[in-house]
C-alpha cells in the first residue's frame, strides 16, 4: 500500500484542529496505515487547502460500539454527535481506526 502523504478534514474541523481542541480523528481501514511518528501535511476535504501539519501519535483498531465519552472529548464533541457523524461519515461501519495526532507550531 502506498504510504498516506497527506490527510483530509472537513473544513469546519479547521478550526478546533489548530485551537488542539480536537486530537484525534476516527478513520476506516483504507486511511488505517498511518504511523507514529510520522509527520504530515494536514489539508481541508473541500478544498485540497494546506492548513498545518500534524505528527501521529498512535494508530488504534476501535470498535463503532466501543466509543465513548473520552473520545467525543477529544473530538470536542458530544458523544451522540459524535456517533451520528460516524454513521454520516462511514454508514454501517463497525471497525474504525483511532487515530491520535498532535499539531506541529511553526
Ligand atoms: C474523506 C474523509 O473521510 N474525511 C474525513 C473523515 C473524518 N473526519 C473527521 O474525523 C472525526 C471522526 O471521523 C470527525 O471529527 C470527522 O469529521 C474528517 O474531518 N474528514
Same mark, same amino acid.
Given at each position: 500500500?502506498? /504510504?498516506?502523504?497527506? $490527510?483530509?478534514? +472537513?473544513?469546519? +474541523?479547521?478550526?478546533?484542529?489548530?485551537? %488542539?481542541?480536537?486530537?484525534?480523528t476516527?478513520?476506516d481501514?483504507?486511511?488505517? %496505515?498511518?504511523? *507514529?511518528?510520522?509527520? =504530515? /501535511?494536514?489539508?481541508t476535504?473541500?478544498q %485540497?487547502?494546506?492548513?498545518?501539519? $500534524?505528527?501521529? =501519535?498512535?494508530?488504534? /483498531?476501535l470498535a463503532?460500539? #466501543? @466509543?465513548?465519552?473520552e473520545?467525543?472529548?477529544?473530538?470536542?464533541?458530544? @458523544? *451522540?454527535?459524535?456517533? =451520528?457523524?460516524?454513521g454520516?461519515?462511514? /454508514?454501517?461501519? #463497525?471497525? @474504525?481506526?483511532?487515530?491520535?495526532?498532535?499539531?506541529?507550531?511553526?
Open positions: 500500500m502506498t /504510504p498516506m502523504s497527506s $490527510i483530509s478534514f +472537513f473544513e469546519r +474541523f479547521e478550526a478546533d484542529i489548530l485551537s %488542539g481542541r480536537k486530537t484525534i476516527l478513520r481501514e483504507s486511511e488505517s %496505515g498511518l504511523v *507514529p511518528g510520522q509527520e =504530515l /501535511p494536514v489539508v476535504f473541500e %485540497g487547502r494546506w492548513f498545518c501539519d $500534524i505528527r501521529i =501519535l498512535a494508530v488504534t /483498531p463503532f460500539s #466501543e @466509543l465513548d465519552e473520545h467525543a472529548r477529544a473530538e470536542n464533541m458530544s @458523544l *451522540p454527535e459524535l456517533k =451520528l457523524l460516524i454520516e461519515i462511514y /454508514p454501517g461501519l #463497525e471497525q @474504525l481506526y483511532l487515530i491520535r495526532f498532535e499539531l506541529l507550531k511553526g
